[in-house]
């Protein structure tokens, strides 16, 4: 038995499809072509024409020392982001799994900082950690530590990527807490049956029997980092100092936008594209064969 | 070897009492089913056996040891789960030999029970396979064999055989059983099913609603069971219940319900027999037919007869083997005479 709706009318479908097809094009199609086709260009200094540079913008980009020290920011940022987002949400995920009382409430709570918005996270630990007035740079220095992300590129580097975390946390918490509670019971209990303390347990048994679970959110999380915490940068260090924490999204930002270097820019949004290309590639081939154990 | 001794156990959850005080001896190397219909608390009792349940009053010993206290891996027993609880990414080897690398086993030790127990349980040819790849029945094996390479004081089984199709159930239930006697290992073994429990049983424990009614030998339980719930429950098809006013000659004064099983009903002419109604419906069996008769009461009466199906709507009269007629009083129990 065939179980598929049938149209009548043949134009019908492709009414339905339209407004979403169209929000595709004219917001994601668009630009794209837009990007590469501007990467290929080079403005004037006065932005009134454009001269046809072929791929010199990409040799020129590769060969500048900023933006390779940008790819080592992202690639550093992004590691720290993906890790630290990972493993705490890991951590609340097995201890929610264990608790029985009140696991509601404990676990609404958990799921909240995913509803703020990136902006507004990015303005909370500014506000903590504000060299003058932050509660938190209060505390640190109580304890004798003198905190100014303003000047200090590593700290800089840690407020950014704790709230950029912060935020993934309830995301990964949500699908890894699902991941723990689809592992039958039984099988824990016979493997405390078998002498496994709770840690031996976890990483022969919970662990790898939530790698797909791991490994879908790796490349999230990764995306993540990559492309959506541009708003947590921009509010809190604005890529600084210096160029300490200038991702390569916000190098996009700020060389196009503020800098006005729109082929350069442009240029780099499409390595950008490639980077996601391949990113969902390799999400799709996992997709495609989940259950790898 | 071992024993194993519960003691007035009791389970509550919040404020409700599930298991309402058991006691229970279990001799060295005796295979004990636990029986009754689901919800009595049968894997609730097995699992404060294993100790992933805590025991809320009463004692349990293991082998003469205060086990209330222990960890499930110092109770020194293994368990076999309903849906058999194989670690899905381990092969049958190392499903196997899981336990026994966790007690620091050496590693040729390891091999040679792990290939001891393939052998036993004819799995040999699977070792390196993953429980996804293997039938059910397969599965069931990998799961005993888990079991059995721990060599363990007793071995404890929660339904083990229900996710099995009716063919595979049968052979797997002798297999267990033969296994059970080669090991000799003492084994408590849970399932709602009581042909299981008269088939494979020394003695069974039939529960009901959080208490053991009747503790004895199949053959003992089913000829005296020691309630009208016992009755009930044990035996296919059930025992008939006959209201003691329809036979006031023999019914014992204080009986409030008579009971007889099938096999001791008889059918004759409508005229000859203890008691008389129309055939309801039949079903043929092969070797013999159970007739339900309709009493003039309305209740049903289960006549095994080895004759052919009757027309239903026929007057037909019952004969009764009186000396197998049993009563029970008010309050369900038996009356012993
Ligand atoms: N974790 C629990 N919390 C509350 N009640 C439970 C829990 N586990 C079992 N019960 C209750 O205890 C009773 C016995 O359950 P169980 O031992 O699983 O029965 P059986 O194995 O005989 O079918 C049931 O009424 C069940 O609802
Ligand atoms: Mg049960």
Same mark, same amino acid.
């Given at each position: 038995?065939?179980?598929?709706?049938?149209?009548?009318?043949?134009?019908?479908?492709?009414?339905?499809?339209?407004?979403?097809?169209?929000?595709?094009?004219?917001?994601?199609?668009?630009?794209?072509?837009?990007?590469?086709? *501007?990467?290929?260009?080079?403005?004037?200094?006065?932005?009134?024409?454009?001269?046809?540079?072929?791929?010199?913008?990409?040799?020129?980009?590769?060969?500048? /020392?900023?933006?390779?020290?940008?790819?080592?920011?992202?690639?550093?940022?992004? !590691?720290?982001?993906?890790?630290?987002?990972?493993?705490?949400?890991?951590?609340?995920?097995?201890?929610?799994?264990?608790?029985?009382?009140?696991?509601?409430?404990?676990?609404?709570?958990?799921?909240?900082?995913?509803?703020?918005? /990136?902006?507004?996270?990015?303005?909370?630990?500014?506000?903590?950690?504000? /060299?003058?007035?932050?509660?938190?740079? =209060?505390?640190?220095?109580?304890?004798? =530590?003198?905190?100014?992300?303003?000047?200090?590129?590593?700290?800089?580097?840690?407020?950014?990527?704790?709230?950029?975390?912060?935020?993934?946390?309830?995301?990964?918490?949500?699908?890894?807490?699902?991941? #723990?509670?689809?592992?039958?019971?039984?099988?824990?209990?016979?493997?405390?049956?078998?002498?496994?303390?709770?840690?031996?347990?976890?990483?022969?048994?919970?662990?790898?029997?939530?790698?797909?679970?791991?490994?879908?959110?790796?490349?999230?999380?990764?995306?993540?980092?990559?492309?959506?915490?541009?708003?947590?940068?921009?509010?809190?260090?604005?890529?600084? +100092?210096?160029?300490?924490?200038?991702?390569?999204?916000?190098?996009?930002?700020?060389?196009?936008?503020?800098?006005?270097?729109?082929?350069?820019?442009?240029?780099?949004? @499409?390595?950008?594209?490639?980077?996601?290309?391949?990113?969902?590639?390799?999400?799709?081939?996992?997709?495609? %064969?989940?259950?790898? =154990? | 070897?071992?024993?194993?001794?519960?003691?007035?156990?009791?389970?509550?959850?919040?404020?409700?009492?599930?298991?309402?005080?058991?006691?229970?001896?279990?001799?060295?190397?005796?295979?004990?089913?636990?029986?009754? +219909?689901?919800?009595?608390?049968?894997?609730? #009792?097995?699992?404060?056996?294993?100790?992933?349940?805590?025991?809320?009053?009463?004692?349990?010993?293991?082998?003469? %040891?205060?086990?209330?206290?222990?960890?499930?891996?110092?109770?020194?027993?293994?368990?076999?789960?309903?849906?058999?609880?194989?670690?899905?990414?381990?092969?049958?080897?190392?499903?196997?030999? =899981?336990?026994?690398?966790?007690?620091?086993?050496?590693?040729?030790?390891?091999?040679?029970?792990?290939?001891?127990?393939?052998?036993? #349980?004819?799995?040999? &040819?699977?070792? &390196?396979?993953?429980?996804?790849?293997?039938?059910?029945?397969? %599965? *069931?094996?990998?799961?005993?064999?888990?079991?059995?390479?721990?060599?363990?004081?007793?071995?404890?089984?929660?339904? +083990?055989?229900?996710?099995?199709?009716?063919?595979?159930?049968?052979?797997?239930?002798?297999?267990?059983?033969?296994?059970?006697?080669?090991?000799?290992?003492?084994?408590?073994? @849970?399932?709602?099913?009581?042909?299981?429990?008269?088939?494979?049983?020394?003695?069974?424990?039939?529960?009901?609603?959080?208490?053991?009614?009747?503790?004895? +030998?199949?053959?003992?339980?089913?000829?005296?069971?020691? !309630?009208?719930?016992?009755?009930?429950?044990?035996?296919?098809?059930?025992?008939?219940?006959?209201?003691?006013?329809?036979?006031? &000659?023999?019914?014992?004064?204080?009986?409030?319900?008579?009971?007889?099983?099938?096999?001791?009903?008889?059918?004759?002419?409508?005229?000859?027999?203890?008691?008389?109604?129309?055939?309801?419906?039949?079903?043929?069996?092969?070797?013999?037919?159970?007739?339900?008769?309709?009493?003039?009461?309305? !209740?049903? #009466?289960?006549?095994?007869?080895?004759?052919?199906?009757?027309?239903?709507?026929?007057?037909?009269?019952?004969?009764?083997?009186?000396?197998?007629?049993?009563?029970?009083?008010?309050?369900?129990?038996?009356?012993?005479?």
């Amino acid at each position: 038995m065939e179980n598929r709706v049938t149209f009548n009318n043949r134009w019908l479908p492709f009414l339905l499809i339209a407004p979403q097809l169209l929000v595709t094009l004219v917001f994601f199609f668009w630009p794209a072509g837009q990007a590469v086709w *501007q990467s290929m260009y080079l403005p004037d200094p006065f932005g009134l024409s454009s001269e046809y540079v072929g791929a010199e913008n990409f040799w020129f980009l590769f060969e500048d /020392p900023y933006y390779r020290a940008s790819f080592a920011t992202t690639a550093i940022f992004s !590691s720290l982001v993906t890790l630290s987002s990972m493993s705490v949400a890991l951590f609340l995920a097995v201890m929610a799994d264990r608790v029985i009382k009140g696991s509601g409430a404990y676990r609404t709570l958990l799921i909240w900082p995913y509803a703020v918005a /990136p902006a507004i996270a990015g303005v909370l630990w500014l506000f903590m950690f504000n /060299p003058s007035i932050g509660v938190a740079t =209060y505390w640190l220095k109580v304890l004798g =530590y003198d905190w100014n992300h303003v000047l200090n590129g590593t700290e800089a580097m840690g407020l950014v990527v704790a709230a950029a975390s912060w935020k993934q946390i309830s995301y990964n918490f949500l699908f890894f807490l699902a991941g #723990l509670q689809a592992i039958p019971k039984s099988v824990i209990e016979a493997a405390a049956i078998d002498g496994a303390s709770f840690a031996k347990r976890f990483w022969t048994i919970v662990f790898p029997l939530l790698s797909p679970t791991t490994f879908f959110l790796l490349v999230v999380n990764i995306v993540y980092a990559f492309f959506e915490t541009f708003a947590v940068i921009h509010t809190i260090t604005a890529g600084g +100092p210096r160029q300490d924490t200038t991702i390569l999204v916000y190098k996009v930002f700020a060389d196009g936008f503020v800098g006005q270097d729109l082929g350069s820019s442009a240029a780099q949004s @499409v390595v950008l594209l490639f980077i996601v290309g391949l990113l969902t590639i390799v999400q799709f081939k996992f997709i495609e %064969r989940r259950v790898h =154990y | 070897m071992a024993t194993i001794t519960l003691n007035a156990v009791k389970k509550t959850y919040g404020k409700t009492e599930v298991i309402h005080g058991v006691d229970l001896d279990v001799a060295d190397g005796e295979l004990i089913v636990i029986v009754g +219909p689901s919800g009595c608390g049968k894997s609730t #009792l097995l699992r404060m056996v294993a100790g992933l349940e805590t025991i809320t009053a009463g004692e349990i010993s293991i082998a003469g %040891r205060k086990v209330n206290d222990l960890e499930p891996h110092e109770r020194d027993i293994a368990m076999v789960f309903q849906n058999y609880a194989l670690y899905p990414h381990m092969s049958v080897r190392k499903n196997l030999a =899981y336990g026994l690398k966790i007690a620091k086993i050496p590693t040729d030790e390891i091999n040679r029970r792990v290939a001891k127990a393939a052998k036993m #349980l004819q799995l040999d &040819d699977y070792l &390196d396979r993953k429980p996804r790849q293997l039938s059910g029945g397969q %599965r *069931q094996r990998v799961a005993m064999g888990r079991a059995i390479v721990r060599e363990p004081a007793a071995f404890l089984f929660d339904e +083990p055989l229900s996710n099995l199709d009716a063919k595979l159930r049968v052979q797997m239930r002798m297999e267990i059983k033969a296994l059970q006697r080669e090991l000799g290992v003492t084994s408590l073994y @849970v399932t709602h099913d009581q042909v299981e429990a008269m088939t494979m049983a020394d003695r069974v424990v039939v529960m009901n609603a959080g208490i053991a009614e009747q503790i004895g +030998p199949p053959l003992e339980v089913y000829r005296n069971p020691a !309630s009208l719930f016992v009755a009930g429950f044990i035996g296919s098809p059930p025992m008939n219940f006959i209201n003691p006013a329809l036979l006031s &000659d023999i019914a014992p004064a204080e009986a409030e319900t008579l009971g007889i099983r099938p096999e001791h009903c008889a059918l004759t002419t409508a005229e000859a027999g203890r008691l008389s109604g129309t055939v309801a419906f039949c079903e043929a069996l092969g070797a013999d037919t159970l007739v339900h008769v309709r009493m003039a009461d309305g !209740s049903l #009466l289960i006549v095994r007869s080895d004759g052919d199906p009757i027309e239903t709507g026929e007057a037909v009269g019952v004969s009764l083997e009186t000396p197998e007629i049993l009563g029970f009083d008010s309050d369900g129990r038996a009356i012993r005479s």
